[in-house]
């Protein structure tokens, strides 16, 4: 069958459309693909690809949008944007070790869409939609499964007014900028009504796949409920295509600040060299890598998993050779709930009475002879209560309690 060419200035064209129905969200979204016919229209798929979609009915659907379609190679199966949304057939293989639910979240729920694991911040899961599917989402259990619409969170908003020590909500799902403008400010109001909660934070993954999701109003509706962060999801720097730049752009423009999360993914962003170019050209964008994380232990997955080593080998061998700032976490979620810990490059080699030994950048071992300061009591003085109530009406103007 004879491809249908996605050009990269006028990618409308190929499905018929105009440029302003492409530049609109929602005709992205009625216009994802989500069958073998329609995608092997634009991609020359391989016979382990048709399985995994078959496969797909069944578990996490397979969904792309025609805009994120249009950014991958249509004839390379090993294109990194490519197999990070067309399923192949290992998802349907079981590994020892794998699990249904990994985080262990369904354990951690007092409410529905509601997940309380640490002790000062909760996951509000607003909906079970994205704008595409990713093949290595830990959430697969959950992620498309359902009528698509937003759940009730009456009991979750109750749990987290009644929970005074929480004080910052990240709002994830599914994709909650699939939500409409007027759900999801309601949603913000809501929470922004409880006193108590200081940080709202976004997660999602709209910017990569359906970046005209952006647009001004969802950013009026952003800034206002501040201070919020949104935390993106860019794995490869080819996600980070014109379109996604200028929607990041909206954002931080509008004061909203940006943190990237980044899933370390075999064959795909697993060598230092990619990962580089990925944290460096977010940099450039405004965005800060703040996770790399460790795949999930989450079933089907196993085709993307990296040793744990690997992650921490690439951490290496970007330290000296970009900005400190292009370097983010490692971060390992530990299964069974027992939350986020950080892996890092160990750069002591010795330590003796006179001197630690580290190895720097370049491998050369160097001493640090750090005289031990004649008193080594760390407690501050004068007050040291961190943010309590009276902090926060301060913030509020509340003269009586401040
Ligand atoms: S956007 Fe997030 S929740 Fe949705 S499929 Fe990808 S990883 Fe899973």
């Given amino acids: 069958m004879e491809l249908i060419p996605l050009s990269e200035h006028a990618p409308w064209r190929a499905f018929d459309a105009t440029e302003a129905e492409w530049c609109d969200w929602r005709w992205q979204q009625r216009h994802a693909i989500d069958t073998i016919d329609e995608v092997e229209r634009f991609v020359q798929l391989t016979d382990d690809e048709r399985a995994g979609i078959t496969w797909s009915k069944t578990a996490l659907p397979f969904r792309v949008t025609p805009y994120f379609l249009s950014l991958i190679d249509p004839l390379d199966p090993r294109c990194p944007l490519r197999r990070q949304v067309i399923p192949s057939a290992a998802e349907a293989t079981r590994h020892p070790g794998e699990f249904g639910d990994p985080l262990g979240e369904d354990s951690h729920s007092p409410a529905p869409g509601l997940v309380h694991k640490y002790e000062g911040h909760v996951l509000l899961l607003a909906t079970d939609r994205c704008a595409s599917y990713c093949r290595h989402c830990t959430r697969r259990r959950l992620t498309g499964r ?14 987290i007014a009644r929970h005074r020590e929480i004080r910052d909500v990240l709002i994830s799902g599914g994709d909650p900028l699939l939500l409409s403008d007027d759900a999801l400010g309601a949603l913000l109001d809501r929470l922004r009504a409880i006193e108590h909660v200081q940080i709202l934070r976004i997660g999602t993954r709209v910017p990569a796949f359906n970046p005209m999701r952006v647009t001004p109003s969802l950013v009026e509706r952003l800034r206002r409920a501040g201070p919020l962060f949104v ?10 295509a014109p379109d996604a730049i200028a929607a990041c752009a909206r954002l931080v423009d509008a004061g909203i600040p940006l943190d990237n999360q980044t899933v370390l993914l075999r064959s795909i962003n697993s060598e230092a060299g990619v990962l580089k170019a990925l944290f460096e050209k977010l940099l450039r ?8 994380h460790q795949l999930d232990l989450a079933q089907g997955t196993e085709h993307f998993r990296t040793p744990l080593r690997t992650g921490v080998d690439i951490l290496k061998a970007l330290r000296g050779h970009t900005s400190g700032l292009a370097i983010p976490q490692l971060a390992v979620d530990l299964p069974g709930g027992f939350g986020k810990v950080t892996l890092g490059p160990d750069f002591v080699a010795s330590t003796s009475a006179q001197a630690t030994f580290f190895r720097n950048w370049q491998g050369a071992l160097c001493p640090l002879p750090y005289p031990e300061p004649a008193q080594t009591d760390c407690a501050c003085s004068g007050e040291r209560r961190v943010v309590d109530e009276a902090d926060l009406a301060a913030e509020r103007g509340d003269e009586d309690l401040a």
């Fill in 231 to 240: 935390v993106t999801h860019f794995n490869h720097a080819r996600e980070l």
């Fill in 146 to 159: 359902g009528a698509g619409g937003a759940p009730s969170l009456d009991q979750a908003i109750d749990y």
């Fill in 285 to 292: 964008a405004r965005v800060r890598p703040y996770y790399l």
